[in-house]
């Protein structure tokens, strides 16, 4: 099903081009990335697609309708990368007037946060007031007040900036638990991350969409990281250039090795490698299918 399309895209703000003529079409199902540095254009695009802020120029709809409409009410969903609760009431008093705002019965709305603080592993935190939340506890607060009423859309900005690696990996799980729902689109800086949860990358520069990559290879090349513990580098290098159906073999880091290769009989590039370590008396971390984001977006 088509989730959003967009259509040369602009938002100036004054003589700064935020967006730049931005066209990209997304599918709804596994958690789509929003990557870019500082400044790239992505808070911009968030807010447009929220409907809190109206393109200058070009298309916009997300689920074929227009960003912020009516029709969109309970069906997409955000969290912005600053948002705040209300320190002033408990977490159940807040989340049930959001559910009420979509128009659920104060009874279904008691219901539904219940239902979302469980997702988010927060029951115990119904009655406390946002004072009382530790940062990482405040943004699950916010995810599953973004999870009210089962959106089919969720838009994530940052949503892990600042987290220790535990409540990090506590939203990464969430996020992936609830993508059989909920399409999410997920902005953050942290590849590592993005590349364990999304299929989908955009790549947004300067307020331009430089790349739209997809990380499920359907390509007749494959790629295999593999991460050294000692070995002869360039020796290891040259031999496995040597292997049949490796096209390309190159560092990506003092210890990694990129190899490209065509599609062959399962585990045969694996198995060759695994003879080669033991012929040679060297040893390795780890063999990886695959190549990692970082290296997907930033290789050429
Ligand atoms: N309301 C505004 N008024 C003026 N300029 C703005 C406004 N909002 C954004 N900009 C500018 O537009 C550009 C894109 O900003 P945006 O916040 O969308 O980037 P971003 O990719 O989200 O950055 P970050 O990763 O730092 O959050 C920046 O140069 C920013 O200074």
New binding site residues.
């Given amino acids: 099903m088509m989730l959003i399309s967009c259509q040369n895209l602009t938002k100036n703000?004054?003589d700064?081009k935020?967006l730049n003529e931005v066209s990209f079409t997304l599918e709804a199902g596994t958690p789509i990335a929003l990557v870019?540095?500082?400044?790239?254009?992505?808070?911009?695009?968030f807010s447009i697609l929220c409907g809190y802020i109206l393109p200058s120029k070009g298309k916009v709809n997300i689920l074929g309708q227009q960003p912020g409409s009516r029709e969109l009410q309970g069906r997409v969903a955000a969290l912005p990368?600053d948002a705040l609760l209300d320190p002033n009431f408990s977490i159940i008093t807040q989340l049930s007037f959001f559910a009420q705002l979509q128009g659920m019965t104060a009874k279904a709305a008691k219901i539904e946060t219940k239902r979302v603080l469980e997702l988010v592993d927060m029951t115990e935190a119904a009655n406390l007031k946002p004072i009382s939340l530790s940062h990482g506890m405040s943004k699950r607060v916010a995810i599953a007040q973004a999870l009210i009423g089962q959106p089919e859309v969720v838009l994530l900005d940052?949503p892990t900036a600042g987290l220790d690696p535990a409540n990090a990996k506590k939203i990464r799980e969430i996020v992936q638990n609830q993508s059989i729902n909920s399409t999410f689109i997920i902005?953050s800086?942290n590849l590592d991350e993005l590349e364990k949860l999304c299929d989908t990358v955009l790549y947004?520069e300067s307020?331009q969409l430089q790349q739209s990559v997809s990380m499920q290879s359907e390509q007749s090349t494959e790629y295999i990281t593999l991460t050294l513990q000692q070995a002869d580098f360039e020796q290891l290098q040259s031999t496995i250039g040597a292997i049949d159906s490796v096209i390309n073999v190159k560092p990506i880091s003092h210890d990694q090795l990129l190899i490209e290769h065509n599609k062959s009989l399962p585990y045969y590039i694996e198995r060759a490698l695994l003879d080669l370590f033991e012929q040679n008396q060297w040893q390795y971390k780890s063999i990886l299918k695959g190549r990692t984001l970082e290296d997907t977006l930033f290789s050429n």
Avoid: I
């Fill in positions: 703000f004054g700064k935020a870019g540095p500082n400044g790239a254009g992505k808070t911009t695009l990368q940052e902005s800086h947004l307020g």
